[in-house]
């Protein structure tokens, strides 16, 4: 009997434990995968698979493995629960054709996932994601597999430890002595996710403190609605940091492909003003040059930045389906989204909260600044910028109408703004005369329509969002 058609949105598929989200569609979601590798790659070389700390998360990475393994590949599958940009670069680093990544990143607790990655680690283009999903067979009765135990005893399922690959390629990346030495005190939250004990791990030594909160595997994600690194998720993380007197906290999520930053007075320094820092960072204090690429639902003062320092800026669609196969074609220094996740030159072209959360703490060696005066320095540079957003879930069968008046909306301004333009490659953003956007997005992930703002104007950013919930004919 046929069973419900899977179809990947901006980063793979995720679905609800249970429900949509079974062994047996992971089994035909790792065979339409399985199909497209063999199809492009061939059998020559193995594929990693790594899987998060949610429910079951360890059973639906050994059942993708049975499954390959009975396809004729050799799979690496990771022996614990692994970040996400940790499992991104085992592809490259052990020269496989390919990587299947088990999780629903910051989805809540009742959802798991299913992520693909090519040969170099990154996101599959579109054109791929379609070839996959034209290969997911409409039920598992004919999919073979070989049993977990079987396999590992014939040699074709292998588990390996990806930590310490990743480790060196993080000291090619940055020097981490600085940092060790600084006398920091970091206050960390991985949100119950596979980010538990980098941090520590990696900056022990030296007279930094480094400081964890819900550092272990509970996947109900006890106080937080789900492991995404914005408020109010992170309120508790915040309201730490001052009780503890800690100069910075960084928030990774579920499965550490993000970060976020709350500043050493609790604030939070928002994913636009830290895409903005990391540019900074990178151009600035490093002396790097080389191309940005954005999502089009990212900080205008990119945009401004590359006109500092002479450096175009690519603009995507949301997700890194668009922003890895961009970096990898312009050989940019680093790509990011508006949702926290950013990729950097000389590494995979995926996003990496790890490395991105050692960036920004190196920024501060360097520049003996903490967060709040980080964000000062920026806007002395780049202009103040205004950033908030708007989520509202949207039942299913009513996505298309809503999507429908949006299509029709052509406003002259919007919050005393003039509109000076009006974009759709992903979704719906409306250009200011002031530089700022309003975007109204549906979520390729979840059954939710996002409303988006940047703006010059402090005293605007909620008029503008509240007239996009009025295009959208929400009240």
Same mark, same amino acid.
């Given at each position: ?84 940009? #940790? ?6 680093? @052990? $020269? ?5 990544? /088990?999780?629903?990143?910051?989805? %809540? &607790? ?98 930094? #403190? ?6 272990? @595997? $509970? ?5 937080? /609605?789900?492991?995404?690194?914005? %408020? &109010? ?243």
């Amino acid at each position: 009997m046929g069973q419900t058609r899977i179809k990947f949105g901006t980063d793979g598929w995720r679905a609800r434990i249970a429900d949509s989200y079974t062994y047996s569609s992971v089994r035909r979601c790792t065979a339409g995968f399985a199909a497209y590798i063999l199809e492009t790659e061939g059998t020559d070389r193995p594929i990693v698979i790594g899987y998060d700390m949610r429910f079951a998360s360890e059973d639906f990475a050994i059942t993708a493995a049975e499954v390959l393994a009975a396809a004729g590949f050799k799979v690496h599958l990771t022996d614990g629960p692994t970040p996400t940009p #940790v499992i991104s670069f085992s592809v490259p680093s @052990r $020269n496989a054709a390919g990587a299947i990544n /088990i999780t629903a990143s910051h989805n %809540p &607790p009742s959802d798991n996932g299913f992520k693909v990655r090519d040969r170099n680690g990154g996101a599959i283009a579109p054109a791929g994601l379609t070839r996959i999903e034209a290969s997911i067979p409409d039920s598992d009765d004919n999919i073979e597999r070989i049993p977990y135990a079987e396999a590992v005893e014939k040699g074709l399922i292998e588990r390996f430890d990806a930590a310490p690959a990743y480790i060196e390629q993080l000291k090619r990346m940055i020097d981490l002595e600085p940092i060790r030495q600084a006398g920091l005190h970091v206050l960390v939250d991985p949100m119950w996710g596979n980010g538990a004990g980098w941090f520590t791990e990696l900056l022990s030594g030296g007279s930094t #403190v480094v400081t964890e909160i819900h550092n272990e @595997r $509970n996947p109900t994600f006890p106080e937080m /609605i789900r492991p995404e690194p914005i %408020p &109010p998720n992170i309120d508790p993380a915040l309201a730490y940091t001052t009780e503890i007197n800690a100069d910075v906290c960084i928030i990774n999520d579920g499965d550490a492909d993000r970060v976020g930053l709350g500043d050493e007075h609790g604030q939070f320094v928002n994913q636009l003003q830290v895409y903005a820092l990391l540019a900074d960072y990178l151009l600035e204090i490093r002396g790097e040059r080389g191309p940005i690429v954005k999502t089009l639902s990212t900080t205008s003062m990119l945009n401004t930045l590359g006109t500092l320092y002479n450096v175009p800026v690519f603009e995507t669609g949301v997700g890194f389906k668009y922003v890895a196969p961009k970096m990898m074609e312009v050989d940019a220094l680093i790509g990011g989204e508006e949702s926290g996740g950013y990729a950097f030159r000389g590494h995979v072209p995926e996003r990496d909260g790890i490395l991105a959360g050692l960036y920004l703490l190196d920024m501060m060696v360097q520049l003996q600044k903490k967060p709040s005066e980080l964000v000062a320095y920026l806007f002395d540079k780049v202009g103040a910028h205004y950033y908030d957003r708007i989520d509202t879930k949207l039942p299913g069968s009513e996505r298309k109408a809503f999507m429908d008046r949006m299509d029709k909306a052509d406003p002259a301004e919007i919050a005393g703004l003039k509109v000076t333009g009006i974009n759709r490659t992903d979704g719906h953003k409306f250009c200011f005369e002031d530089g700022g956007w309003l975007l109204v997005r549906f979520s390729g992930t979840e059954p939710v329509v996002r409303v988006y703002c940047e703006t010059t104007k402090e005293d605007k950013v909620q008029a503008i969002l509240q007239d996009g919930l009025k295009l959208l004919g929400i009240a």
